[in-house]
Nanobody, 126 residues
Framework: QVQLSESGGGSVQAGGSLTLSCAASGVTYGAYCMGWFRQAPGKKREGVATIHNTGAPTYADSVKGRFTISKDNAKNILYLQMNSLKPEDTGTYYC????????????????????WGQGTQVTVSS
C-alpha cells in the first residue's frame, strides 16, 4: 500500500524560501507521476508541479521560475523548492502519486491522482 507523508511547511515572509518533502513508501509502479498540489482557503485544489519518472517536470504558470520539483529516486522522496514566495502561495500543500501516463502527468489535473498525502501548511505573510 502506497503511503505519502509531507513535511517542511511553515510560515515565512514574502520573498522567503521553503522546501517541502514528500516521503513515499510502498511504491511498486514501473511508470508513475508524482506531484504537488495546493489548496488555499475557499479555493479549489490546484496543480503546482508534477514530474513523471520518465519525463521532464511540469509547472503551473504561477510558479514557473520560482519553484523547482525534484525527486530522489534512491530514497523515494519528492521535493518542492519554493523561492521568492508570495502571499498568494499560501495554502495547504499536498503530495500525490499515480501510475499514469506522461500526458496525464503534465496536465496538472488533480483528478488524475488517486493517492494523496495528508498535506502540509505553507503561510506567506506580506
Amino acid at each position: 500500500q502506497v503511503q505519502l507523508s509531507e513535511s517542511g511547511g511553515g510560515s515565512v515572509q514574502a520573498g522567503g524560501s521553503l522546501t517541502l518533502s514528500c516521503a513515499a513508501s510502498g511504491v511498486t509502479y514501473g511508470a508513475y507521476c508524482m506531484g504537488w498540489f495546493r489548496q488555499a482557503p475557499g479555493k479549489k485544489r490546484e496543480g503546482v508541479a508534477t514530474i513523471h519518472n520518465t519525463g521532464a517536470p511540469t509547472y503551473a504558470d504561477s510558479v514557473k521560475g520560482r519553484f523547482t520539483i525534484s525527486k530522489d529516486n534512491a530514497k523515494n522522496i519528492l521535493y518542492l523548492q519554493m523561492n521568492s514566495l508570495k502571499p498568494e502561495d499560501t495554502g495547504t500543500y499536498y503530495c500525490a502519486i499515480e501510475p499514469t501516463t506522461i500526458m496525464m502527468c503534465r496536465s496538472l489535473r488533480q483528478q488524475a491522482f488517486g493517492r494523496w498525502g495528508q498535506g502540509t501548511q505553507v503561510t506567506v505573510s506580506s
